[in-house]
T-cell receptor, first 113, second 114 residues
Framework: EADIYQTPRYLVIGTGKKITLECSQT?????MYWYQQDPGMELHLIHY???????EKGDLSSESTVSRIRTEHFPLTLESARPSHTSQYLC????????????FGEGSRLTVL | KNQVEQSPQSLIILEGKNCTLQ??????????LRWYKQDTGRGPVSLTI?????NTKSNGRYTATLDADTKQSSLHITASQLSDSASYIC?????????????FGRGTQLTVWP
């Protein structure tokens, strides 16, 4: 079982609020990722990190930001949430870039009213 | 454009029956192909990872096949159980960059009825 944790699992907030989705892993993986997933659609990469102080934007443009101050922690922040940000956000980690297994957290379901 | 197409989009079977899910891809160059199981409201869990040289790989009642020439893969589930109800996602990785980009299919939603 993967040791990667996301909080909160569910969040309902009003427009304009600032939110932070937490992601932590205890496997010592250097690589961490944030994906966005809407119902019936494929996962889209929005952010990734190859190590401490390394963050890059993914394929899907996102107004969110991330930070990687510690190896085990990769939080995602939305400064001002909007209804268009309503989605499932999945955090993942891996050891090797393309060949290694990807371990996912349970996801954070965000609803912005 | 690199793509991963899965079929069928959804499938309903009776408990105990077998089923096969399909994945066609156009990703090139090819590094590996993965099948994930995603329960509703949960994160995906890896079932198998197959490289170019592997034709078949099993994980319990799950058997994945890969034909790298035709760029097709299948996931066969034997003696289905109610707990197999989930979305099954095919993911293909390229080796064209250090990122090793992952291409996700939209998944096949499997429902197993008692």
């Amino acid at each position: 079982e993967a040791d990667i944790y996301q909080t909160p699992r569910y969040l309902v907030i009003g427009t304009g609020k600032k939110i932070t989705l937490e992601c932590s892993q205890t496997m010592g993986h250097d690589k961490m990722y944030w994906y966005q997933q809407d119902p019936g659609m494929e996962l889209h990469l929005i952010h990734y990190s190859y190590g401490v102080n390394s963050t890059e934007k993914g394929d899907l443009s996102s107004e969110s930001t991330v930070s990687r101050i510690r190896t085990e922690h990769f939080p995602l922040t939305l400064e001002s949430a909007r209804p268009s940000h309503t989605s499932q956000y999945l955090c993942a980690s891996s050891e090797v870039t393309s060949g290694g297994e990807l371990f996912f957290g349970e996801g954070s379901r965000l609803t912005v009213l | 454009k690199n793509q991963v197409e899965q079929s069928p989009q959804s499938l309903i079977i009776l408990e105990g029956k077998n089923c096969t899910l399909q994945c066609n891809y156009t990703v090139s160059p090819f590094s590996n192909l993965r099948w994930y199981k995603q329960d509703t409201g949960r994160g995906p869990v890896s079932l198998t990872i197959m490289t170019f040289s592997e034709n078949t790989k099993s994980n319990g009642r799950y058997t994945a096949t890969l034909d790298a020439d035709t760029k097709q893969s299948s996931l066969h589930i034997t003696a289905s159980q109610l707990s197999d109800s989930a979305s099954y996602i095919c993911v293909v990785s390229d080796r064209g960059s250090t990122l090793g980009r992952l291409y996700f299919g939209r998944g096949t939603q499997l429902t197993v009825w008692p």
